[in-house]
């Protein structure tokens, strides 16, 4: 027997227990009982607007994200998790977003060929960014795209479903959340305005931080984007694209203001809004949050009609938005909504176990009806099986005692309740009382 096998020496080896990677999450009930609820909110609205679900691989081509995403971008140069295959050496990606995946799919499957898509899509994505609260490197978005739609009144839709789901949601629209909205112009007057914005960076060098240097031939844009405060001034007054639109783009960001002035939705037009991705055109949005700190932007997008081209399919236009999960579970969190929590109905209490055979086609008739049944297993005495369904947030205890089942009864303990009076309900006619149980549930 080697050293390693021998029985004393495992015992005395304490494995180290191995630990998540740094700013990817875990979540357990109750809080993931608040994701299941929030997807659930989002699924439903998408319904009612028509748009349908599409999901697509986690891992896409690193070429993907640098051709889609552009390469002069912080999540292209910096954040990107990116990787080699051992098998075959294939460069890959952990997507940083969900966009590229969709219209790869899109264009891959033709299909765009029967007429425009609205399409959804939740899941993570992984950038390797600083953790901190509302910032994590493996996030989740709900991602929206509307494929193959030139007109303004599209852009108007994507945005008019975002403030309905904060509505759904209890979020007060202009005050916990609200609309900033740029125009992004077409190509040419993005270059009238490139060649006005270097003029004005190459006068004020002395202030350009290293990335503003860096930017500023190769995407001057973004130097707008800066987060810096010692750039802030001069930064204001640079040349504005919103000054270089021509009269197409003007009216369709026009088009989308009277259509959101007619909904009574509120905006700020904000000039500097340029969004961290390359491939946006003429409409930019973001819903930005005053109680998030500076992870204050919960939802962003924009135009795209040169993305689908660009990665190789029939040109076509696109709108979309990406919406941070995580941002938006913190902020309604703060604003004490959403306090789902996933807890049973009832928690069957079952002190004598011979007599499963009578409990089980009760608590399976209870579930049919559509009543979320937890059953106590493991046996134990009368109070420790109480603790458990106190603990388990159950509204009631279904009680299954010896009294009770001679009489052919179990009795309905109500947990939440102070003073409330148990109540006895006949085994034989389930579908007569399961009700009872739920109406709480919905009170
Ligand atoms: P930020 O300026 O905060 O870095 P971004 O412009 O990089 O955001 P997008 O690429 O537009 O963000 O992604 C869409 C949404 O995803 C954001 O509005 C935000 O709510 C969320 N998000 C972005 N990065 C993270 C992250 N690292 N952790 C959690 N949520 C994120
Ligand atoms: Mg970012």
């Given at each position: 027997m080697s050293e390693n096998n021998k029985p004393d020496a495992t015992r005395a080896a304490k494995l180290e227990p191995l630990r998540g990677v740094k700013g990817m999450n875990d979540s357990f009930a109750p809080e993931s009982a608040r994701w299941e609820w929030l997807e659930g909110q989002m699924r439903g609205l998408l319904a009612a607007y028509g748009y349908r679900n599409a999901r697509t691989p986690i891992?896409?081509?690193t070429q993907l994200f640098v051709r889609g995403i552009g390469e002069v971008t912080d999540i292209v140069e910096k954040e990107m998790y990116t990787f080699t295959?051992?098998?075959?050496g294939d460069q890959l990606a952990l997507r940083p977003e969900i966009t590229a995946g969709l219209v790869r799919a899109v264009i891959e499957h033709n299909a765009l060929y029967d007429g425009p898509l609205r399409l959804w899509s939740i899941g993570p994505v992984f950038r390797h960014e600083r953790p901190q609260k509302g910032r994590y490197r493996q996030f989740h978005q709900l991602d929206v795209e509307a494929m193959g739609f030139a007109g303004p009144d599209i852009d108007a839709e994507l945005i008019l479903l975002t403030r309905a789901l904060w509505k759904r949601l209890g979020l007060k629209e202009g005050e916990d959340i609200r609309l900033e909205l740029n125009s992004l112009g077409e190509p040419a007057e993005r270059a009238a305005h490139r060649a006005a914005l270097i003029a004005y960076l190459e006068q004020h060098?002395?202030?350009?931080d290293e990335d503003a240097k860096r930017r500023l031939y190769t995407n001057p844009l973004r130097v707008l984007d800066t987060k810096n405060p010692a750039m802030q001034a001069m930064v204001e007054g640079a040349p504005k694209l919103l000054d270089f639109l021509g009269e197409d783009s003007r009216a369709h960001l026009q088009a989308i203001c009277t259509v959101l002035d007619a909904a009574g939705l509120a905006y700020t037009i904000n000039p500097r809004l340029v969004r961290g991705l390359d491939y946006y055109n003429r409409t930019v949005f973001e819903w930005v949050t005053?109680?998030?700190?500076?992870?204050?932007?919960v939802c962003g997008g924009g135009r795209y009609d040169g993305l689908i081209a660009q990665l190789g399919g029939k040109p076509a236009p696109a709108v979309g938005f990406g919406l941070g999960m995580e941002r938006l579970l913190l902020l309604l969190e703060a604003l004490g909504l959403?306090?789902?929590?996933?807890?049973?109905d009832a928690y069957a209490v079952i002190?004598?176990?011979?007599?499963l055979p009578r409990i089980l086609p009760v608590l399976e008739a209870l579930r049919e009806q559509g009543v979320a049944v937890q059953m106590h297993a493991g046996g134990g005495s009368f109070k420790s099986q109480f603790k458990k369904a106190d603990a388990s947030g159950a509204r009631y205890a279904l009680v299954f005692g010896g009294d009770e089942l001679a009489r052919g009864e179990v009795a309905l303990k109500p947990l939440r309740e102070e003073g409330a009076a148990q109540v006895t309900r006949p085994l034989a006619d389930v579908g007569g009382w399961a009700q009872e149980l739920q109406n709480r549930r919905n009170a």
């Open positions: 891992v896409e081509p295959d051992k098998l075959n060098q002395a202030l350009l005053p109680h998030l700190g500076s992870q204050a932007t959403n306090t789902a929590d996933g807890a049973p002190p004598d176990a011979t007599q």
